[in-house]
């Protein structure tokens, strides 16, 4: 799989012939990026009328390859929550995107969040959207169980 070419007919929106170019990547090459870039092609080549089924499945295929895929396990989540409409479903993952980015964060950028404001705003504001998503899904799913 050349993935460099098919990102570039992304970025050109070329979503079909993504879709095609996927189609011929041998089976023993599809890996969780894969999986994300195909469910999200899925969606975006034909928003009236795509296979839903297939969108699920190759987001959920992403998150099995790479369960620390913060990119995949958002995705899913929206698409669970947006296309789908199963806030109950969607809310695991938008939690265990806040758990593995919450988790990063001292491993990786807390030097440098020390001593930059920027990046500690940034962090705040992903945080707090993430947050605001988790309990929008909470909400939403309450409301469905009374």
């Known amino acids: 799989m050349n993935i460099e070419s098919i990102k570039s007919?992304?970025?050109n929106k070329n979503y079909e012939l993504a879709i095609q170019m996927m189609d011929q990547t041998?089976?023993?090459?599809r890996n969780s990026e894969y999986y994300l870039l195909r469910g999200i092609c899925l969606q975006v080549a034909n928003p009236l009328g795509f296979d839903i089924q297939d969108a699920e499945s190759s987001l959920k295929k992403s998150v099995?390859?790479?369960?620390?895929?913060?990119?995949?396990?958002l995705e899913l989540a929206y698409f669970l929550l947006n296309v789908k409409h199963d806030p109950s479903s969607a809310k695991k993952y938008f939690l265990d995107v806040l758990k593995i980015t919450r988790d990063e964060v001292p491993e990786s950028i807390?030097?440098?969040?020390?001593h930059t404001k920027e990046l500690k705003e940034t962090y705040s504001s992903f945080a707090n959207?993430?947050?605001?998503?988790?309990?929008?899904?909470?909400s939403s799913d309450n409301n469905n169980l009374e």
Request: aromatic letters at 0%.
């Open 26 to 29: 041998p089976s023993e090459n």
């Open 110 to 114: 807390a030097t440098i969040m020390e």
């Open 129 to 138: 959207t993430l947050k605001e998503q988790a309990e929008i899904v909470l």
């Open 9 to 11: 007919e992304i970025r």
């Open 64 to 73: 099995e390859l790479e369960p620390n895929n913060k990119d995949a396990k």
